[in-house]
């Protein structure tokens, strides 16, 4: 037997013998420690582990304890911090595990219903109209190269800030026939353009071509409150113009109480709707700086108040949801907020901030006989599961209105500014 095929006989029994390796057991269940571990401060977790692995905390010993005790590997965060702990077998380092403690953050969970109201920056254009000139129907906007979801930001160098502020910069410019000189913001960029308003034949006034608008209007559910900072988040997901179906840009905005008056029950291709009216002294409750893809979120100026929660609770990050029962807390009649099961029938841990984290699924009988399940107004409504505020209800399919979308609680405290290791910060409106 020459050295070329022991040499090949080698290979192939090395090669059996690494997978043999790692199909086994022990060598799997080493593989299945996460090279970094999010947990709470007080938090216990648990890892089969049948190899005599030993670990060590770099630095701050007294920060994480350790145990390996038969066949499993227990990690107690005592004190919040970024730690790295060093896996040893035979006093050899094998693996080194990233360990970030947060503190124990907790919020109080909303469900009751609100009414919002926002305020564009500038005016939004949602769309173009023709005017009857002397010399043929024509649109001044649209001979601007003025788009359907472009945002008037200024007009000859003053800030535009309602539809009103518009009129007298027309009127000037079709008596002097000087052009508009307008700034224009479209997907977060700016630009200068020329509008020339043109003369109506028939009542004889200067007018742009361009329909626009300056807020919108609608309802929604809080999804948490900070007691401590005043901040909250609700909704869940961005608001968009109902024309243009593009992101709203805010300028501010308000929120204030609602009462549901009734509900539109949903079906199978058609979305239910909760129909709803804003408080009847239309207090104002908070403000809006935020709208983004995660909700919207400001600071609450009066005190709200939830009967079943009026103490706040611990979250849960992505990677601790699991599948299985939770409850949502929303309100179907009048400003009772209520406690319904779903399950959750997905979840997807994410490092990044990403939307449609959760699929749920409504299976409380009562909440399927008033709504048949998820319906518009609904978005917001926090999810619960084992005590811990873990999202809030996005989205609802719209050919099976049983089931849903939900996004993670962590990424719109996020949005809100509140820090996960518990320091307040601003979030850019």
Do not use: C
Not at 177 to 194: N, Y
């Amino acid at each position: 037997m020459n050295a070329e095929t022991i040499r090949k006989m080698m290979g192939v029994f090395l090669l059996v013998l690494l997978t043999a390796m790692s199909m086994s057991k022990p060598v799997q269940e080493y593989f299945r420690i996460p090279k970094q571990i999010v947990m709470f401060e007080g938090e216990t977790l648990h890892f089969a582990s049948a190899l005599p692995v030993q670990a060590t905390v770099k630095d701050a010993p007294h920060s994480i304890e350790v145990e390996k005790k038969n066949h499993s590997l227990s990690v107690q965060a005592k004190q919040s911090g970024e730690k790295q702990m060093v896996l040893e077998m035979a006093g050899m380092p094998i693996k080194k595990v990233d360990v970030k403690v947060l503190p124990n953050l907790k919020v109080i969970p909303g469900g009751q219903s609100i009414g919002v109201k926002l305020n564009t920056l500038g005016v939004l254009v949602v769309g173009h109209h023709l005017i009857e000139t002397e010399n043929g129907k024509k649109s001044p906007g649209e001979i601007a190269g003025i788009q359907v979801g472009d945002i008037i930001t200024s007009i000859n160098g003053k800030k535009i800030e309602n539809m009103s502020d518009l009129s007298p910069f027309i009127e000037e410019a079709g008596k002097t026939g000087k052009p508009l000189q307008l700034q224009i913001l479209r997907d977060h960029r700016s630009f200068a353009t020329k509008l020339v308003p043109l003369k109506d034949k028939h009542d004889h006034a200067y007018r742009i071509g361009l329909y626009i608008r300056d807020s919108a209007a609608g309802i929604g559910t809080m999804t948490f409150y900070d007691p401590a900072s005043k901040k909250y988040g609700a909704l869940g997901h961005v608001i968009s113009d109902m024309d243009t179906k593009k992101p709203i840009v805010v300028q501010d905005g308000q929120i204030m109480k609602s009462t549901v008056t009734s509900i539109e029950k949903g079906s199978s291709g058609n979305p239910g709707e909760k129909l709803a009216r804003f408080s009847s002294d239309k207090e104002v409750i908070g403000n809006i700086t935020n709208n983004s893809p995660f909700g919207i979120f400001g600071t609450l100026s009066k005190p709200i108040h939830n009967e079943m929660f009026d103490k706040p609770i611990p979250i849960a990050l992505s990677h601790q949801v699991k599948e299985g029962p939770a409850k949502i807390l929303t309100v179907v009649e009048n400003d009772k907020v209520e406690a319904f099961d779903i399950e959750i029938v997905s979840t997807v841990p994410q490092k990044f901030p990403a939307t449609k984290g959760l699929i749920i699924r409504v299976t409380d009988p009562r909440l399927l006989k008033k709504t048949g399940g998820i319906v518009q107004g609904m978005s917001g409504s926090p999810i619960i599961q084992d005590g811990k505020l873990i999202g809030a209800v996005t989205h609802v399919f719209v050919n099976d209105p049983t089931s849903g979308y939900g996004v993670h609680i962590e990424w719109m405290l996020n949005e809100a500014g509140i820090d996960l290791y518990g320091k307040s910060t601003q979030k850019a409106s």
